[in-house]
């Protein structure tokens, strides 16, 4: 392997290119110690299918968000054959999309919060009071697009008067939302490692919710609790349910699954098949408290890679 030339692919141009940039520098900082032969590609400045295949035995998929962690990129890497690290393109489409992943969850028993679906030309025909009263979906809602990473255009509101404007905001940049009631409770979140659960964080945000400053931004002094601050047999659950997601959505290489856990219940939010590598990331985080350093973890994830994923 260690004459292998990997691409580390990064940054492109979803909202989430500055974490991106991140992690493709960690990513290819621990590859060079590691001795791999590194070259660098981002999306945003020429497009995917001009990667040279000569120049590449394994791409190392670095970047997060739309384009990059939807299924978009993973199809360019299966056409040109080249292995890659992380989930495949009908995994990473379903997981990327709220309301395939949480369908899924539920067809496999995973209990994860009740929703609905608007799409922008149903919500101006509409009572939105009404139309939630009839779902018996109660306020506090959270309202967000079915397919952003990194807590992008979430909102939640407390009344109609703030999910009205909140709703009326995002229309203008989406087409399709989902509302769903927000979960008090502890946000746990799990990493699963090639189809192994490496443990369980928990994180106590000082914002209103673990929102994009909260997960990225060291001056919102967010709590790390590694390992989370559950018994035992809760510990062991939020494991085995991080576990059956990752392969009920036919995930591959590294996920993190994002829960909360209210009165002796987890809830699934999402499962990211990109989670951030960066020196603020939980997937490292987490690893370490196991005792696998940077650059063990990501030479795991680079071992894993194929294509066909």
Not at 159 to 165: F, S, T, V
Not at 168 to 192: D, H, M, N, R
Not at 273 to 289: D, H, K
């Amino acid at each position: 392997m260690k004459n292998k030339k990997v691409l580390v692919v990064f940054g492109g141009t979803s909202g989430e290119r500055e974490v991106s940039l991140n992690t493709g520098m960690a990513c290819v900082k621990a590859l060079k110690k590691l001795g791999y032969k590194v070259s660098t590609f981002d999306p945003k400045k020429k497009s995917l299918n001009l990667i040279d295949k000569s120049k590449t035995d394994i791409i190392f998929n670095a970047l997060h968000g739309r384009d990059g962690e939807d299924g978009v990129a993973q199809s360019y890497f299966e056409y040109l054959r080249i292995p890659y690290t992380h989930s495949g393109v009908i995994s990473s489409y379903n997981a990327m999309n709220k309301v395939i992943s949480k369908e899924i969850f539920k067809k496999n028993k995973i209990k994860s919060p009740e929703y609905f679906v608007l799409e922008k030309k149903v919500y101006g025909k509409i009572n939105l009071y009404q139309y939630i009263k009839k779902r018996k979906i109660k306020f506090p809602i959270v309202v967000k697009p079915i397919n952003e990473g990194s807590s992008i255009g979430v909102k939640i509101s407390k009344n109609i008067l703030g999910l009205n404007k909140s709703t009326k905001s995002l229309f203008k940049k989406y087409q399709e939302l989902i509302f769903e009631p927000y979960i008090g409770g502890q946000e746990i979140q799990v990493a699963v490692l090639n189809g192994f659960p490496l443990g369980a964080i928990e994180l106590k945000p000082k914002r209103k919710f673990y929102d994009y400053k909260a997960k990225y931004s060291k001056a919102a002094n967010t709590e790390h609790i590694m390992p989370a601050n559950l018994n035992k047999s809760n510990y062991k659950k939020a494991l085995h349910i991080a576990k059956s997601a990752h392969n009920a959505l036919g995930c591959k290489g590294i996920t993190r699954s994002d829960f909360k856990f209210l009165k002796g219940k987890f809830y699934l939010l999402e499962i990211n098949t990109q989670p951030g590598m960066t020196n603020l990331s939980l997937v490292p985080e987490i690893a370490n408290f196991k005792g696998i350093s940077f650059e063990t973890l990501v030479k795991k994830i680079l071992l894993n890679a194929g294509i066909n994923r």
